[in-house]
């Protein structure tokens, strides 16, 4: 049961992330066919986070009352019509609208899977399944690189979305008979009915609650400043400072993807073993940081160092299923739906508030002309990157911890 769990939850995840993650292989391409720059490209890929941040509620109190099977399964039915939506555009705005589709539709391939793996195995193995699922999705990663960059050039963008929208059709039948309304032969759903504005009330309860508080930085904070890397900056920063082909950016990046791929399986069950989350989180995080930081100092490091210290970006965001964790651990069962909503939404809000704000950093500069960006231009978002990601982790360190065994 468990093995086919993380086939269904897992290869929809690996979609959630490959779509997150291609605007950084995409960058050049739309920048030659629809004319946009550093600050568009920074909210086309904010837009997908943003409409995955606001459909948190709606979709939390969702899944509370009519289960993971069928909130997944419809949902998904966005996403392919954002796919083609994409595929078709010929403005900006096109674009944004088919990524913000996209996000609204990938919205609970994250939380649905927390919600099963909350309430139909015990709460000590929950940093463990999560860490799973975020390693099987993370391969999604590993297809935005260079596998995509390869589809892109044989197919061409437009029609390469075509083909993931007709693929990602084919998800739903998945969802809808392939979950069970019980697992584990626990209900999956609560059964409780709530209009919005309930929801809302509870939603600013768990806001309320000053447990939360020092963790909410982080988890704003934690994915976003690496997604916008992996997602949005990676790309342009090897053409642009390295000259690198579209296929070899995608070869780093593709290096980055598989540390996403370990950095959950390193990091998951830690929290076990040392009987401690905050003090997995602070080391892994840390790492992260300080390679943010000698990004910014070296004007332009040897190309050797390169994926190395994005290979050691990825892994050590690891680290993030455990805060994750430690987020979940501060609720009961009958609550967690609410409160893994809230951290959800700062989550993803953190990473649709940062790509954009990356990108008007990056608009300080000015790009050559061929449309390229300054090294300094790069050297100033790490930096941006890595104090945000610093003061929040500075915060997070004021925060009790939270033993997986009391």
Same mark, same amino acid.
Request: charged share 10%.
């Given at each position: 049961?468990?093995?086919?769990?993380?086939?269904?939850? *897992?290869? #929809?995840?690996?979609?959630? +992330?490959?779509?997150?993650?291609?605007?950084?292989?995409?960058?050049?391409?739309?920048?030659?066919?629809?004319?946009?720059?550093?600050?568009?490209? *920074?909210?086309? #890929?904010?837009? %997908?986070?943003?409409?995955?941040?606001?459909?948190?509620?709606?979709?939390?109190?969702?899944?509370? @009352?009519?289960?993971?099977? @069928?909130?997944?399964?419809?949902?998904?039915?966005?996403?392919?019509?954002?796919?083609?939506?994409?595929?078709?555009?010929?403005?900006?705005?096109?674009?944004?609208?088919?990524?913000? /589709?996209?996000?609204?539709?990938?919205? $609970?391939? !994250?939380?649905?899977?927390?919600?099963?793996?909350?309430?139909?195995? $015990? +709460?000590?193995?929950?940093?463990?399944?999560?860490?799973?699922? !975020?390693?099987? =999705?993370?391969?999604?990663?590993?297809?935005?690189?260079? $596998?995509?960059?390869?589809?892109?050039?044989?197919? *061409?963008?437009?029609?390469?979305?075509?083909?993931?929208?007709?693929?990602?059709?084919?998800?739903?039948?998945?969802?809808?008979?392939?979950?069970?309304?019980?697992?584990? =032969?626990?209900?999956?759903?609560?059964?409780?009915?709530?209009?919005?504005?309930?929801?809302?009330?509870?939603?600013?309860?768990?806001?309320?609650?000053?447990?939360?508080?020092?963790?909410?930085? &982080? &988890?704003?904070?934690?994915?976003?400043?690496?997604?916008?890397? #992996?997602?949005?900056?990676?790309?342009?920063?090897?053409?642009?400072?390295?000259?690198?082909?579209?296929?070899?950016?995608?070869?780093?990046?593709?290096?980055?993807?598989?540390?996403?791929?370990? =950095?959950?399986?390193?990091?998951?069950?830690?929290?076990?073993?040392?009987?401690?989350?905050?003090?997995?989180?602070?080391?892994?995080?840390?790492?992260?940081?300080?390679? %943010?930081? /000698?990004?910014?100092?070296?004007?332009?490091?040897?190309?050797?160092?390169?994926?190395?210290?994005?290979? &050691?970006?990825?892994? =050590?965001?690891?680290?993030?299923?455990?805060?994750?964790?430690?987020?979940?651990?501060?609720?009961?069962?009958?609550?967690?739906?609410?409160?893994?909503?809230?951290?959800?939404?700062?989550?993803?809000?953190?990473?649709?508030? /940062?790509?954009?704000?990356?990108?008007?950093?990056?608009?300080?500069?000015?790009?050559?002309?061929?449309?390229?960006?300054?090294?300094?231009?790069?050297?100033?978002?790490? !930096?941006?990157? *890595?104090?945000?990601?610093?003061?929040?982790?500075?915060?997070?360190?004021?925060?009790?911890? @939270? $033993?997986?065994?009391?």
């Amino acid at each position: 049961m468990l093995l086919r769990l993380f086939v269904i939850l *897992g290869s #929809t995840y690996i979609l959630s +992330q490959f779509l997150r993650n291609t605007v950084a292989v995409l960058a050049s391409a739309l920048g030659r066919d629809i004319a946009i720059g550093s600050e568009e490209l *920074g909210a086309l #890929t904010g837009a %997908f986070f943003l409409a995955f941040a606001l459909t948190q509620l709606p979709m939390g109190l969702a899944l509370d @009352r009519f289960g993971p099977r @069928r909130v997944m399964a419809i949902l998904t039915i966005p996403i392919a019509v954002g796919c083609a939506v994409f595929a078709m555009a010929e403005t900006a705005q096109g674009l944004f609208i088919g990524r913000a /589709l996209m996000g609204i539709g990938c919205s $609970p391939l !994250l939380m649905g899977p927390m919600v099963i793996f909350a309430r139909a195995f $015990p +709460q000590e193995h929950f940093a463990t399944y999560t860490s799973w699922h !975020l390693a099987i =999705g993370n391969t999604g990663i590993l297809l935005a690189t260079t $596998p995509f960059a390869i589809l892109l050039d044989a197919m *061409g963008w437009r029609m390469s979305f075509w083909a993931v929208a007709i693929v990602t059709a084919l998800f739903v039948p998945m969802l809808w008979f392939g979950l069970g309304d019980k697992i584990n =032969g626990r209900p999956m759903s609560s059964g409780r009915i709530e209009g919005l504005g309930a929801g809302i009330v509870g939603l600013l309860a768990v806001m309320k609650d000053k447990r939360l508080w020092p963790l909410m930085p &982080l &988890l704003f904070c934690g994915y976003g400043s690496v997604a916008a890397i #992996t997602a949005l900056w990676g790309g342009p920063y090897l053409a642009d400072v390295y000259g690198l082909s579209r296929v070899g950016q995608g070869n780093v990046l593709l290096l980055m993807a598989v540390g996403a791929v370990i =950095g959950p399986l390193l990091f998951g069950p830690l929290d076990r073993r040392f009987n401690t989350r905050k003090w997995v989180v602070i080391p892994g995080c840390l790492v992260v940081i300080a390679v %943010f930081v /000698l990004f910014s100092i070296f004007v332009k490091p040897p190309f050797w160092m390169v994926p190395v210290w994005f290979f &050691l970006i990825a892994v =050590g965001t690891g680290y993030f299923s455990v805060s994750v964790a430690h987020a979940r651990a501060l609720y009961p069962d009958h609550a967690v739906g609410r409160g893994m909503t809230v951290s959800n939404m700062l989550v993803m809000a953190g990473v649709g508030v /940062l790509q954009p704000l990356s990108g008007l950093v990056a608009g300080f500069y000015d790009v050559d002309i061929a449309g390229a960006l300054p090294v300094e231009a790069y050297r100033a978002i790490f !930096l941006f990157l *890595g104090l945000s990601l610093a003061l929040s982790l500075a915060v997070y360190a004021t925060a009790p911890d @939270r $033993p997986v065994q009391p």
